[in-house]
């Protein structure tokens, strides 16, 4: 009988292989990172040869440690970031482009085009979303536009488009060496952030591709998040024998981490602190409109029953830190911050906006650019560290307000994952912000997690939701200990300081 779950976790910065038990824990583990590329200000792209060997490479070292038998694993559920965007040729398997990162900024030109057209109402009632360059569907148009090898493969039925989870998965159940046996799928959840899938229908919307110019021939099968999609293929080099093997499960890597969080009753909500940070709440059965510049979206799909979600997302968390580390080498590794955010009170008066990459929700202003306000002669590097750690949190704040406001729910505890959220100095500042209880599992892999009980859940390693809530253990929870005067004031200038980073890049 089965022992494990893998999962594969293919995020912005790195691709991982996890080995899930039985009772959601973590046996083993193996992370590789990749490239970033940056051609031009604003752009970001990948190799996806690059994501598909980094995410071989950590599978073959968990296989190569000998800590468990492949013969164990019951199947392979994937997560992966959402909406960065990989046009192939199906006959060579070889991408026709580099992948255009979600946090890629270059068709914002396109977007305002899209916005003139007067397509917003259209877009945001078929597709829950708000028309922005962070989408899927105005990266295919501009590979198809500026690489010709792409629109001529698409009018020879040859091209292929997907999300990362459908990249990885075509390659693990065949490719172009097993054509027979490849699947071209995508999950709900990750074809609800291309904007061009219709949430209501299932299915992607035939209007809005022809307005986009966009051919349905490239798009993958739409497909619930915990079902046998395939079987890894024979043949692929450190990965023989895991031959024959369910891949069983795809799903976003927020929705994934909404699900590894075990938030299946409506009204829950997670907070996740990648990257970027991902605030997402479990809607139920019925989509709920947002008035507030969030997104509304399929979280995931089981069986017949599709759970919808409220999303909003700020582009900047982690990365933040990383830039501190990297860029400005005011640390030497990103533990480093919280050692010395613990040394002040407070930020001196100063605020990070890490508009990097403009902003996303509730503002969506892609001309917006970083900012950092309030300097004076005695602020110090912990003071920078401190409101970098405010920053990320203050987000979250505007996220959860717009998502209190949409919902009518008053939301009293967010559950929290992701690498940051095992800052203790961090937290304690998220939940003083939100003036709400901060609960952190033991357990913070929850992207992955969430990625093998879909797969588990498909092929009956776990036999429901119940089951599956029972796993979850608590490792702290965190709760709000500041004045409401101070937390107001605070709020108050970060609003302000937000305001003088919007509309900053000139634009027509």
């Not at 976003?252 to 909404?258: E, H, N, S, Y």
Request: hydrophobic share 40%.
């Amino acid at each position: 009988m089965a022992k494990y779950v893998m999962a594969l976790d293919q995020g912005t910065t790195s691709s991982r292989a996890i080995i899930f038990d039985k009772t959601g824990k973590i046996v083993t583990k193996s992370q590789r990172e990749f490239e970033q590329i940056y051609p031009h200000a604003g752009w970001v792209e990948h190799n996806p040869m690059d994501i598909l060997f980094s995410e071989y490479q950590s599978i073959s070292t968990i296989l190569g440690e000998g800590l468990i038998n492949p013969k164990d694993i019951a199947c392979i559920g994937v997560t992966n970031q959402r909406e960065t965007t990989i046009l192939w040729n199906k006959e060579t398997g070889q991408p026709v482009y580099n992948a255009i990162v979600w946090q890629c900024r270059r068709t914002a030109e396109y977007a305002e085009q899209l916005k003139a057209q007067g397509l917003e109402a259209e877009i945001k009632e078929k597709t829950g979303l708000v028309i922005d360059a962070y989408f899927s569907a105005t990266k295919i148009r501009w590979i198809l536009d500026n690489i010709p090898e792409a629109q001529a493969l698409a009018d020879e039925g040859k091209l292929l488009f997907g999300t990362v989870e459908t990249w990885l998965i075509w390659n693990l159940s065949g490719g172009a060496v097993h054509p027979e046996s490849a699947v071209h799928v995508t999950d709900y959840s990750n074809a609800s952030r291309t904007m061009l899938f219709n949430i209501n229908t299932l299915q992607w919307d035939e209007e809005i591709c022809n307005k986009l110019g966009i051919p349905m021939s490239i798009l993958p099968t739409p497909v619930p998040s915990s079902k046998v999609y395939g079987l890894v293929a024979p043949g692929i080099q450190g990965l023989e024998t895991l031959e024959g093997i369910p891949i069983s499960g795809a799903i976003g890597d927020q929705p994934g981490a909404l699900f590894g969080q075990n938030c299946f009753k409506p009204g829950m909500v997670k907070s996740t602190y990648g990257t970027g940070v991902f605030l997402l709440m479990n809607t139920g059965s019925k989509r709920v409109d947002s008035k507030n510049n969030l997104t509304s979206g399929i979280v995931w799909g089981i069986g017949d029953e599709v759970t919808y979600g409220l999303e909003g997302s700020a582009f900047i968390a982690g990365a933040a830190i990383q830039w501190l580390r990297d860029g400005l080498q005011l640390i030497d590794k990103a533990p480093r911050c919280d050692e010395l955010a613990e040394t002040v009170e407070d930020s001196n008066g100063i605020y990070l906006v890490p508009a990097f990459a403009g902003l996303g929700a509730p503002y969506w202003d892609m001309y917006a650019r970083g900012i950092l306000v309030g300097l004076t002669r005695g602020v110090t590097r912990a003071h920078l560290c401190r409101a970098t750690l405010e920053a990320i949190c203050y987000q979250v704040v505007d996220l959860l307000n717009a998502m209190r406001s949409d919902s009518g729910i008053d939301i009293a505890s967010v559950r929290v994952d992701g690498g940051a959220s095992v800052s203790d100095v961090m937290m304690q500042i998220q939940s003083d912000l939100l003036n709400c209880e901060v609960n952190r599992p033991k357990v913070v892999e929850t992207t992955g997690l969430g990625a093998a009980y879909c797969a588990g859940l498909a092929v009956g390693f776990w036999k429901d939701l119940e089951e599956i809530e029972a796993n979850r253990e608590v490792s702290k929870i965190y709760t709000p200990d500041m004045k409401e005067s101070v937390r107001e004031a605070m709020y108050a200038g970060w609003k302000k300081a937000v305001t003088r980073a919007m509309d900053w890049i000139d634009h027509d």
